[in-house]
């Protein structure tokens, strides 16, 4: 099994990826390759070039502004979960990352790849959605910050623009106090999410967030996501409303609310 | 077209040349003849072609040769003097840790990860870091017993350790590797013989199926949406991206559609056939197709029905029962193609709605935004046929 043919182009940097990116449609990025892989090797995807931004220096720069923390988008899963790259949660981050596939698909896989890639049922999807973090886009006229609830659009779809590229994720600190809850339900360890759900309990700085993932489509960010986590909410009925019309059967993501809920009660404050 | 690349393979620095598509394995193997790597699934889920890069282990399917230029592999042949790896293969034989030996060579690559990585690592999380390997013979226990026995002596230290990152900026200015000169679209198999409507799988036959179910109001009255769903012609007119081949006697038809959905690109060709029951408003659907450059199969069975609604509108109801093979459904879970339903519909009704209404439709999108899956449920949905257009 091979992929069709394409052309190789290795950036040298990230304007240089980025003008690469925007003098050829049918190009591709590729940092890891861990998703975009199978597509070509199955043939279901044939870009016509790819462009290799692993390892470029700019997407693995870190910035701290004091409330929040740029994390480069060139990061891998295994770095994350090493706790080789920052982690502004307080380990939240190392947890989810270390529960993506397996070690040998995080050893490649990056944390912008997966998430332009964005299918539904992506870890990173869900959990930046749930942590309200924002994505930096950079293209030809600039940058720009979208929020991770409105960056995915559809299944593998998402509001970049063609010549658009992820260059890092901002993520705000956490409060002192603050309490995060991430369930997902695999059938087998690595294989992707049928369901998923996440809890931010972080009321001294006015975020409690509970959102839900692997819907096929983009995550839903629930509307009373503090009297869900102050139990004023019930679960079951918050999950259904949202879903209603777009997943026939969401028992599994009221299972997966009401876990991330106990696992965010159960977890110890950050400090 | 192959260009050079230089690795440092088992501490031997090689030099070789590789196409842009060839992928570590099938270099590692078919130019430099290791075999010891094997090939299994080549799309990063059984784990078999497992080696080590920059003393980190990866997919060797799914990391292509030129990415690694200038960096070091390691592979099942390179751990002669490897301390760690003898007494993992000993505890391998000894508990018997492998059978027939295909999953091997990358077992041994994660078992000496896990080792290394994870000194601590009890029986569940062996089994945990275990996951992305799959063996067919021993049922893992004795591969989960070696790796228990190689910690529990307390084994020697990894000889192979990660090396720090290192950003991959070329030493000069790297040449782009083009692309070998493409093949022209590959054409559609020998038609299908156009069957009649008992000829195909009913919904409770297909194998493997899925089910998609929606009632969506239609702002058109029920009388001139039911005369689209009468003439196959207009209904496919109105599916962005599908088109009709032909249409024969008895509610038959044959067409085809080309659908993207991220970066993926089908384009399925089939035949069906319809049947419709004008007084109730209903009509079932059955039929199947082929997206051969990817070998996927498609079959679906769909049931609808119309009815007027109070507003003046129409409300169509309809179950569609699907069944994939092939590659293609390995990404077409049951919620994907749900999510891609839904788009492809909202603008199938939208501008079913407008031509219903008789109001000049707008233009079809170029590139619709789909899923090839749903290529086949929507053109059993409403059309019988599709027909697409690439960009």
């Known amino acids: 099994m091979k992929p069709a043919p394409f052309a190789y182009r290795p950036a040298t940097s990230l304007a240089d990826a980025q003008r690469a990116l925007a003098a050829d449609a049918d190009a591709k990025l590729s940092a890891g390759n861990q998703s975009l892989g199978p597509m070509l090797n199955l043939r279901l995807a044939r870009p016509g070039a790819l462009i290799d931004i692993a390892g470029l220096a700019e997407l693995r720069a870190v910035t701290d502004s004091g409330g929040a923390v740029r994390i480069g988008a060139g990061f891998t899963h295994a770095e994350i979960e090493d706790g080789e790259a920052p982690d502004p949660t307080l380990g939240w981050l190392r947890a989810a990352a270390g529960a993506i596939a397996h070690r040998a698909v995080r050893n490649r896989g990056t944390l912008g790849g997966s998430l332009a890639h964005a299918d539904p049922a992506a870890d990173w999807v869900i959990v930046m959605a749930g942590l309200g973090a924002n994505l930096v886009l950079a293209g030809t006229n600039g940058e720009r910050v979208v929020p991770a609830d409105a960056f995915v659009t559809g299944p593998f779809e998402t509001v970049l623009r063609a010549d658009e590229m992820i260059v890092a994720v901002e993520i705000a600190k956490p409060s002192p106090g603050a309490r995060w809850g991430y369930w997902k339900y695999t059938r087998q360890v690595g294989e992707f999410a049928k369901a998923s759900a996440t809890v931010l309990d972080d009321p001294a700085a006015g975020r409690q967030r509970c959102a839900l993932g692997a819907l096929g489509g983009a995550p839903v960010v629930l509307a009373d996501g503090a009297g869900l986590i102050e139990g004023r909410v019930d679960p079951d009925g918050a999950v259904r409303a949202a879903l209603a019309g777009r997943v026939a059967d969401p028992q599994l993501h009221v299972v997966a609310l009401r876990r991330a809920l106990a696992a965010a009660k159960q977890a110890e404050a950050a400090q | ?391």
């Open chain 2, 1 to 391: 077209m192959s260009t050079a690349i230089t690795l440092d393979i088992n501490g031997r620095t090689v030099a070789g040349e590789a196409e842009p598509r060839t992928h570590l394995a099938d270099f590692l193997r078919e130019e430099l003849l290791l075999t010891g790597t094997h090939l299994g699934c080549e799309q990063g889920v059984c784990g078999a072609c497992t080696v080590f890069v920059d003393g980190r282990p990866v997919r060797a399917c799914l990391t292509l040769a030129h990415a690694c230029d200038g960096q070091s592999v390691r592979t099942v042949e390179g751990f002669d003097d490897d301390a760690l790896m003898a007494r993992l293969r000993d505890a391998f034989k000894t508990h018997h840790g492998l059978q027939c030996g295909f999953c091997t060579p990358g077992m041994l690559a994660t078992a000496y990860d896990i080792v290394r990585r994870l000194p601590q690592a009890d029986t569940a999380r062996i089994r945990r870091e275990l996951s992305g390997n799959l063996c067919r013979c021993t049922g893992y226990h004795g591969i989960v017993a070696a790796i228990e026995a190689v910690l529990a002596e307390g084994p020697p230290p990894a000889a192979l350790v990660p090396t720090a990152h290192r950003s991959r900026m070329p030493r000069e200015a790297p040449a782009d590797v083009p692309a070998p000169e493409r093949t022209a679209a590959v054409a559609d198999g020998p038609a299908s013989v156009l069957k009649p409507f008992a000829a195909y799988p009913a919904a409770d036959a297909l194998t493997g199926e899925a089910t998609l179910a929606r009632s969506i109001t239609i702002d058109a009255p029920c009388e001139a949406v039911w005369a689209m769903v009468e003439n196959p012609k207009t209904i496919a007119a109105a599916i962005p991206g599908a088109h009709l081949d032909a249409l024969g006697e008895d509610g038959t038809l044959r067409g085809h559609l080309e659908v993207a959905l991220g970066p993926m690109r089908a384009r399925f060709a089939g035949v069906g056939a319809m049947r419709l029951d004008p007084a109730g408003r209903q009509g079932e659907l059955r039929g199947e197709g082929q997206d051969r450059l990817s070998r996927t199969g498609l079959a679906a069975a769909l049931a609808f029905t119309l009815a007027p609604r109070e507003d003046g509108g129409t409300q169509l109801s309809f179950t569609a029962t699907y069944a994939l093979n092939g590659p293609l459904a390995q990404f077409g879970r049951p919620a994907l193609v749900a999510a891609a339903a839904d788009r492809i519909l909202e603008e199938a009704i939208a501008s079913i709605a407008r031509r219903a209404r008789g109001e000049e439709a707008a233009p079809a999108p170029r590139r619709l935004g789909g899923f090839a899956l749903l290529v086949g449920i929507v053109r059993d949905a409403f059309a019988r046929a599709l027909r697409g257009r690439r960009p």
